[in-house]
């Protein structure tokens, strides 16, 4: 099992940015595919991004597809999440998540992180 730690979240305004990070321990980080996910207040827990394992293939939800970029340092254990132009509807609590497979992201994951809040207001 892989354990995972999520950090980099705050208060931004509209139109600002924000960089996620997520620190992995235990079973090998590059055996995993690895995905961001958020929940937002009152609302089910949504993917957000995936990467495979190799950082080759990339998923998006629509909602951020062209303003977050997901990357992923193996040699670091470290996956990342770059969110540019935030806006208040991606205000929500973000998690980090692992699964064997980057396709499988789309529904969940195996491991969880504890989640980082972000807040997107002025």
């Known amino acids: 099992q892989v354990q995972l730690v999520e950090s980099g979240g705050g208060l931004v305004q509209p139109g600002g940015s924000l960089r996620l990070s997520c620190a992995a321990s235990?079973?090998?980080?590059?055996?995993?595919?690895m995905g961001w996910f958020r929940q937002a207040p009152g609302k089910d827990r949504e993917f957000v991004a995936g990467?495979?394992?190799?950082?080759?293939?990339?998923l998006y939800a629509d909602s951020v597809k062209g303003r977050f970029i997901i990357s992923r340092d193996n040699a670091k254990n470290t996956l990342y999440l770059q969110m540019n132009s935030l806006k208040p509807e991606d205000t929500a609590v973000y998690y980090c998540?692992?699964?064997?497979?980057?396709?499988?992201?789309?529904?969940?994951?195996?491991?969880w992180g504890q989640g980082t809040q972000v807040t997107v207001s002025s």
């Open positions: 990467i495979g394992r190799s950082a080759a293939n990339t």
């Open positions: 998540g692992a699964d064997e497979l980057l396709a499988a992201l789309w529904a969940g994951a195996r491991s």
């Open positions: 235990g079973r090998t980080f590059s055996s995993y595919a």
